[in-house]
């Protein structure tokens, strides 16, 4: 089965699954495809051979280990797959435990990313580690100077370590992560990553010449234009050229030293430095002029690893410019790494330029890269330079990256940079826009408004409006309310409720009816409460009857939410109008509401239009009406009791009837 590019299939134990649910997604925002089978194994596909054939397809295979993964059989079995299949792995720590049983065996050389510590740290140096596993799997050369050791545990069979020679003699790499392969063969290693190397280790003679930290012993070079390099016989490292130890380890099985086949010159697209760029205000000292000369020598892989050792302590400070050399050639994690071995030795604050042109190739890790540089960045960042931070960084990355910089931001952000810092947010728009607001210019003018809302719908829509509601000028006009209503669909009702107090008073009844298009039933009632503050005052049933359309099941609750505005006297015709189309108990309701509001001298042809559909009511209704009747006469009040079932109050309000004058 052909190697799937740049796959990581993920060996796990199934207690661990939620971490591991959280790492996968982690790692894929970064870009790297992962195959974990919790997730991927087809419903009633033949697990085990499904576990086979994603390991036969994947470049690198990521361990978690933990206790629970310590005593599963199913990743001692997979270890096992792995050695036939020659797959590197990185080894990952989700606890802080040591390999115990068949899994010391197996992993006594292994170093491991430690994910229980400063989680974002080391994600960001596995991701490098896995894209670095990708591209070598994908055909990508072996660094010139890289050469493969290999430690041998008891009982022939062996897990090959693989580390840079003169990187691993120094202890110095960046990636902090061991790839390390099963095997049985004795040739050279396919793979190398950069890894911090097992305790005591042998280096072979690199090309270019071996390091030393800041003020080495003489050491002599092997000119970089080798066409083949020689392995030079095997010599202990001494204690000083390794990272500062309290006390010599132990070493472990003795270690033999193969030399991988030379690879060609490898050629690096250039990250030209900004023509602008400030330098650090002292100059560059002597020693840090040697150090750069030195590692620009070598290719931007060994660079970066050697580095920290070369470059020695913080008082060998170095230019942007001398930075800015020294990071050509690196992309994606390896330069957010080789920035943050870098910046102990830069003059701060860092100027923003130069911060964006240290940014350029960071790719998908660029987030990383920048949330190391934020603390030596100016104090105070404008609207403009945190665009350029910025760069092309998308969706949730995008707006993580701009609450960082919000907080340095020196606020005054217009509306046309807000835009600009807004752009590629995608989903997470409307979270981003709330974290900008704050920092922005205020009154923002209506139309500009609209634009920040951006293309949002819904819920993401209502929130855009709300998160503007600090910014947003005194009054607004109702078309102005209407544009930023729009696409609010369900969440319209409450869009009106949030942005109503900045309407203006005695607005028209067809405003109010446009800022309520879309509303139904109880939405449309609730509007009407929120809109009725900012209508004009004296109209009649007829005026407000588009309000009350769809108000359906909530007529007579709508009626009453309107009665501030209505005029104090209504013609029989506007009293049928805000009675409606109810019945009963809602018409009876409605009646006693406006019966203030009745005209006089109301006709018995008008009543039993009024009356109609009272039913059971009929009689409170007509009690309510009498007073505010022409006078009638025999034969219609005899017409006007007939409804009423009850004989006593039948007489009752026909007496009434007969005293209107």
Request: aromatic share 4%; glycine share 6%; with cysteine.
């Amino acid at each position: 089965m052909s190697q799937e590019q740049g796959l990581v299939f993920i060996s796990f134990s199934s207690r661990d699954g939620e971490f591991a649910n959280k790492l996968i997604t982690d790692i894929e925002k970064h870009g790297i495809p992962c195959w974990i089978s919790s997730r991927d194994v087809e419903p009633g596909a033949d697990y085990q051979k499904a576990i086979i054939d994603a390991m036969s397809r994947c470049s690198v295979i990521l361990l978690l280990f933990s206790s629970n993964a310590n005593s599963s059989k199913e990743i001692a079995k997979e270890l096992a797959i792995a050695s036939n299949r020659n797959k590197p792995i990185i080894p990952a720590r989700i606890e802080d435990i040591m390999p115990s049983g068949s899994l010391e065996y197996q992993l006594t050389t292994a170093q491991f990313i430690d994910l229980f510590h400063n989680y974002d740290a080391a994600l960001t140096r596995l991701c490098a580690a896995l894209e670095r596993q990708i591209q070598i799997a994908g055909g990508a050369p072996l660094p010139k100077s890289a050469s493969v050791t290999y430690a041998r545990p008891p009982g022939g069979k062996r897990n090959r370590l693989l580390a840079g020679g003169a990187v691993a003699a120094l202890g110095i790499l960046g990636a902090g992560a061991a790839v390390f392969m099963h095997g049985s063969g004795h040739g050279p290693a396919r793979d190398a990553t950069e890894t911090t190397p097992a305790p005591v280790v042998q280096q072979a003679t690199p090309a270019p010449a071996p390091l030393a930290p800041a003020q080495p012993a003489p050491v002599q070079s092997v000119p970089a234009q080798s066409a083949t390099v020689q392995p030079a016989p095997a010599r202990p490292v001494p204690a000083q050229s390794a990272p500062a130890q309290s006390a010599p380890t132990p070493g472990p099985a003795p270690v033999e030293l193969d030399q991988p086949p030379a690879s060609g010159p490898q050629t690096h697209p250039p990250v030209l430095a900004d023509t602008s760029m400030p330098d650090t205000a002292g100059q560059s000292s002597d020693s840090s002029d040697q150090a750069v000369a030195r590692l620009m020598k070598m290719e931007p892989g060994n660079r970066m690893s050697a580095a920290a050792s070369v470059l020695g302590g913080e008082d060998n400070q170095l230019s942007y410019s001398q930075a800015s050399r020294l990071l050509e050639g690196e992309t994606a994690g390896a330069r957010g790494e080789f920035i943050r071995i870098l910046l102990p030795h830069l003059a701060k604050p860092i100027p923003v330029a130069v911060a964006k042109s240290f940014l350029a190739s960071t790719d998908s890790y660029r987030h990383d890269a920048l949330k190391e540089l934020l603390p030596s960045l100016p104090e105070q960042i404008s609207g403009d330079e945190a665009i350029l931070l910025l760069g092309d960084m998308t969706a949730d990355t995008r707006s993580d990256a701009i609450d960082l910089l919000m907080h340095r931001s020196a606020g005054n952000i217009t509306p046309d940079q807000a835009l600009k810092i807004l752009n590629n947010t995608d989903s997470a728009w409307a979270q981003t826009l709330h974290i900008i607001v704050p920092k922005m210019q205020r009154p923002v003018s209506a139309p500009d408004l609209v634009r920040l809302v951006g293309a949002t719908s819904d819920g993401l829509r209502e929130n855009a409006i709300r998160y503007l509601l600090p910014v947003m000028p005194q009054k607004l006009t109702p078309a102005d309310v209407d544009n930023l209503l729009m696409d609010t669909n369900s969440q319209r009702v409450d869009s009106i409720r949030l942005i109503a107090s900045h309407l203006p008073a005695g607005m028209e009844v067809k405003d109010a009816v446009m800022l309520m298009n879309g509303t139904t039933e109880g939405g449309r009632k609730t509007a009407i409460d929120a809109l009725v503050p900012h209508l004009k005052h004296g109209l009649s049933g007829q005026d407000v009857a588009p309000l009350l359309d769809q108000a359906d099941s909530y007529w007579a609750e709508s009626v009453t939410s309107l009665m501030p505005v209505l005029a104090r006297t209504q013609t029989v015709p506007d009293i049928l109008v805000l009675l409606g189309n109810t019945q009963e108990g809602r018409r009876s309701s409605i009646l006693h509401t406006i019966h203030n509001m009745l005209p006089s001298g109301i006709s018995v042809q008008d009543a039993q239009s009024i009356l109609d559909s009272l039913f059971s009511l009929y009689a409170d209704g007509l009690e309510i009406l009498i007073p505010h009747m022409a006078p009638v006469r025999a034969a219609d009040i005899q017409t006007l009791v007939s409804p009423i079932d009850v004989p006593q109050t039948q007489a009752m309000l026909a007496s009434r009837l007969r005293q209107i004058r």
